[in-house]
């Protein structure tokens, strides 16, 4: 059975950092990915990370936040640096098969976890 479990998520001041986890576990992905739901608004993409280490990221968080992986661990990591009040969402983990940012192509969701970014 696929799951992916995110982790660290949190409130935090503006100009601050976080890192987000996600563990995977049933299989090992070609792409594994980052989105995020403002309230009120729809999911959108914030960074992909394929097996050879090749990452891709939206214009929005580009300079500030840094995909990596760790592929004996099977996870996932977003490290969030000099974070906006405006990044404050709920932040998915999403796995699949091809190199994309298209939300409907990804596979396998985690349930999200809690990004808060005070002003």
């Known amino acids: 059975q696929v799951q992916l479990v995110e982790s660290g998520g949190g409130l935090v001041q503006a100009g601050g950092s976080l890192r987000l986890s996600c563990a995977a576990s049933?299989?090992?992905?070609?792409?594994m990915g980052w989105f995020r739901q403002p309230p009120g608004k729809e999911r959108d993409f914030v960074t992909a990370?394929?097996?050879?280490?090749?990452?891709v990221y939206a214009d929005s968080v580009k300079g500030r936040f840094t995909v990596s992986r760790d592929y004996a661990k099977n996870t996932v990591y977003l490290q969030m640096n000099s974070l906006k009040p405006e990044d404050t969402a709920v932040y998915y983990c999403?796995?699949?098969?091809?190199?994309?940012?298209?939300?409907?192509?990804?596979?396998?969701w985690g349930r999200g976890t809690q990004v808060t970014v005070s002003s």
């Open positions: 049933g299989r090992t992905f070609y792409t």
């Open positions: 990370i394929r097996t050879d280490g090749s990452p």
């Open positions: 999403a796995a699949g098969g091809a190199w994309t940012i298209r939300r409907s192509d990804y596979d396998y």
